[in-house]
């Protein structure tokens, strides 16, 4: 059985939906696509960074900057979308949190943002990179190259597709026996949220290593 390794590109659509403070964005919030809580989290991975940012989400990021307070951002910059199956429940949670910020201090709903959030949601364009590894070790061998699209396609985006909400990876080698089952444990403990994709590609090199590592000591 042979894994096909692709790549993918997330092109940004407007909804025309947009909020200037924060009672607006809890009301567009509560209305907009999940599509848009799923691009305003896990497409945040893929956007090109120049610096650092403190905050993975878009959210986090526009309430730090454009509304500048520190204490909602760092509130919701804790969400990990990984804890959710449902988008719903996140979204839920996203706005418990704006309303319990709302009590502490009332009037943050009507500051005016900096500039206003936009709700975007993501078109996913996917293709072949002509890699293949028919082995668990050549797929090892090929995992250091992955480009940060492959990873996304392959870990996050996956985690979307598959009705089990596991990775291609695991999926793949669940088809090649129980043998490959620790490596499959070893994948699902990475949380690929917190970290960049580089830092997921080489948490995925190191569990591959590890488990071919032990196997050939066996």
């Not at 509130?75 to 996203?94: E, F, N, Q």
């Not at 250091?144 to 009705?163: N, Q, T």
Request: aromatic content about 12%.
């Amino acid at each position: 059985m042979t894994f096909v390794i692709k790549d993918c590109a997330l092109i940004s659509m407007a909804t025309g939906l947009r909020a200037g403070n924060l009672s607006e964005f809890k009301a567009t919030l509560a209305l907009a696509p999940l599509e848009c809580v799923y691009h305003h989290f896990w497409g945040a991975l893929l956007h090109t960074q120049f610096d650092d940012p403190e905050f993975k989400n878009d959210f986090a990021v526009w309430v730090y900057r454009e509304l500048r307070d520190d204490v909602l951002a760092e509130m919701l910059a804790v969400l990990d979308p990984a804890d959710y199956a449902d988008l719903g429940d996140l979204r839920s949670d996203i706005i418990e949190l704006i309303e319990q910020r709302l009590e502490q201090k009332e009037w943050l709903a009507w500051v005016p943002a900096v500039r206003p959030f936009y709700f975007l949601r993501s078109q996913i364009v996917v293709f072949d990179t002509g890699k293949r590894a028919d082995s668990v070790e050549e797929l090892a061998e090929l995992m250091p190259e992955l480009s940060a699209g492959s990873v996304f396609y392959h870990v996050i985006d996956a985690r979307r597709r598959s009705p089990v909400g596991c990775d291609d990876f695991s999926a793949w080698l669940v088809g090649l026996g129980e043998e490959y089952a620790p490596l499959c444990h070893s994948l699902a403990e990475i949380d690929p949220y917190f970290g960049s994709l580089t830092d997921l590609r080489w948490q995925l090199v190191e569990a591959f290593r590890t488990f071919l590592e032990g196997r050939g000591r066996a």
